[in-house]
Structure formats: C-alpha cells, structure tokens
C-alpha cells in the first residue's frame, strides 16, 4: 500500500483542534522573498565536505548583504574555511529563533576571503547583522588583529522556506 493510501485511510482532525497551530508549510520564494526571509535570522549551520567527502557542519553566525550574498566570519585554521577553500560547494540551513519556527536550505559557491582583501566584506557582513559601526576604520583594524577571514556564499539554489509539523493532509478540508 503507497503512502498515498495509507493516507485516505487516516481520520481527519478538524481544522479548530489545537494540532493545527502546528501544521507543516513550504512556501517558494525568488531572491528577494529569500533575502525577507533571511534578513532577520542570523542563527545557521554551514555545511562544508570533508577530504573524505562526509559532510561537516558549523553552528555560525550569518548575514546576507545587499548584494544577496550569504556572509560568515571565522578564523582561517577553522575547519570550515579550509574546507571552503577545497571544495566551495556549500550549503547553509537558515533558522528561526524556536527549533520549530521555519527554516530554509541555501546552496551556494563559497569564497574564503582573507584580510586585507576582506576588509569591506567585514563591513557589509556588520551591516547585515548589527546595522552600522560608530568607527568603521576601527572596526577594519580589529578585524585585521584578530586574524579573520569571511566566508562569502552565492547562493545558486534553495529550498522552499519550510515549517515542521503535521501534514495539511492530516485536517478536515
């Protein structure tokens, strides 16, 4: 018996029971309903390939700036921005603040940026996150002492900005 089936054989909740706060949703956007999406959350997880090819996956902080690049900063010993300098096909998962709030998949073509190269795509990736900087020469310099490097992502794809839970299939028409 298909899933399908299985399916129609399942008794409808009604629409007015409490589950239904909590149904499941994929919505598709284009680029600019991805950058709505995105503007606010900054909690993600990269997902960079090993050399043995196994995915490995980084809590971060992130921003997409202006021109709709992903923006992440890290230290280039990291694992993540070796790994990003080896292989640039990178992946992104996009949270909200609840682990059941919506989230989105981004893939993308990394580049690690190194100082001073990175200097101004520091300052976009500030933006992005925490608006503008009271010394932005000052903020360059801390960036140039601490050793980071920036990890910039095109995105080339992405997912529907998704919610868990129950299917709609499960509710009453």
């Keep these: 018996m298909s899933w399908k089936s299985r399916v129609r054989l399942v008794k409808k909740i009604p629409k007015d029971d409490p589950r239904?706060?909590?149904?499941?949703?994929d919505i598709e956007v284009d680029l600019e309903g991805l950058a709505a999406f995105v503007g606010d959350r900054h909690r993600w997880i990269l997902a960079t390939t090993r050399a043995d090819g196994r995915p490995q996956m980084s809590l971060v902080t992130g921003g997409?700036?202006?021109?709709?690049?992903?923006?992440i900063?890290?230290?280039p010993e990291r694992v993540k921005a070796r790994n990003a300098r080896r292989n640039p096909l990178v992946s992104v998962a996009v949270m909200g603040e609840e682990f059941n709030d919506?989230?989105?998949?981004i893939d993308g073509t990394a580049e690690v940026l190194d100082m001073p190269e990175a200097a101004d795509g520091?300052?976009?990736?500030?933006?992005?996150?925490?608006?503008?900087?009271?010394?932005?020469?000052?903020?360059?310099?801390a960036m140039a002492d601490q050793g980071k490097?920036?990890?910039?992502?095109?995105?080339?794809?992405w997912s529907p900005v998704s919610k868990g839970g129950f299917p709609p299939s499960l509710f009453d028409d």
């Design 20 to 25: 239904a706060r909590y149904t499941s949703s």
């Design 64 to 71: 997409m700036t202006a021109a709709g690049e992903l923006a």
């Design 73 to 75: 900063a890290t230290y």
């Design 102 to 105: 919506q989230w989105v998949q």
């Design 122 to 141: 520091f300052v976009e990736y500030y933006r992005c996150i925490s608006g503008e900087h009271p010394d932005w020469d000052e903020y360059r310099q």
């Design 149 to 157: 490097c920036l990890i910039m992502i095109e995105p080339t794809r």
